[in-house]
């Protein structure tokens, strides 16, 4: 069964009416966007297993989304957002561990189920082109978006486009933090989700303490309290996420860096010391803003209706090209 949260209040703008799709381990976030850029209830929806099961459930959706109205919405085409390595070009899933997908060439699946075309983009870049278009990001020609949460990624959007890198572009948590540190679940060693993640910080804390928390807000609550090892456990992803967003700020000047996922939630606690420790190790180089995502949980649904949108516009530009 489904269940529906109230839309961003933001809206789109006018264009083409779509569908979006955001896939996750756990739910499936959809939502629907009419030609004045209003965006429909997000409904979340237990993500089946396999690709097939995923591809019959998005299409149960879309009749849902689109014949509220007897499919007044006139639909023209449909994004979809979804974690792993995501070959945007071609519409092809090469690896999502966490739906245990290999090589799945979801956008023809979803084309021939649905009869519309179909756009597929890497759920981080979705929900960084939302930041870029609507949310903290609005207004800044360049910005890298860092997503916190179970794991941490990145994405760059230059001009309001995301950098791909062919799929494999923006997965800074598994860049190396601390050359002799942990073993990542990847099978490198020292990367910067064992330290900075949500999950890590728990994991951390526990081991440390002996003591099991449910999530890295209790570990921040108990840092702020005086725990000792839980200050240590916080200062640590703090600074490991300060270094990583440095070395990004060297390599790529961007004009803002915004902080997103589920350990951005919280604000301050999070954000201040970052920006802090993220000045103290730039030098000469621009300083970007350093901003909390405004789009919310429901960022990289919002991501994949532009999509689906900015789709349209190229397969038009194509059509129209006389050569």
Known sequence: MSRSSAPPVRLLGGGDAVLAFDIGGTHIKST???????????????????????????AELARAHGGRDGFA?????????????????????????????????????LEDELGLPVAVRHDVRAAALAESRIGAAYGHASAVVVAIGTGVCGALVIDGVPYSGGGYAGEIGHAVA?????????????????????????????????????????????????????????????????????????AFAPHAIVVGGGLAQAGEALIGPLRSQLDQLLSFHRRPFVLSARCGEDAGVVGAAITARDHLRVLRAVADDPR
């Open 32 to 58: 629907a966007v009419d030609r004045d850029g209003r965006i429909d209830a997000v409904r979340r929806t237990p993500t089946p297993r396999g690709a097939e099961a995923v591809v019959a459930t998005i």
């Open 73 to 109: 919405l006139r639909l023209r085409s449909v994004g979809v957002g979804v974690p792993g390595l995501v070959d945007e070009s071609s519409g092809v899933v090469r690896y999502a561990s966490n739906l245990g997908w290999q090589d799945v060439p979801l956008r023809q699946l």
């Open 178 to 250: 601390d050359p002799a540190g942990e073993r990542c679940p990847c099978g490198a060693v020292g990367c910067l989700e064992t330290i900075a993640s949500a999950s890590s910080i728990v994991r951390r804390y526990a081991a440390a303490s002996g003591h099991p928390v449910r999530g890295a807000r209790e570990v921040l609550d108990a840092a702020q309290r005086g725990d000792r090892l839980a200050a240590a456990v916080w200062a640590d992803a703090v600074t490991a996420l300060a270094q990583g967003i440095a070395r990004l700020v060297a």
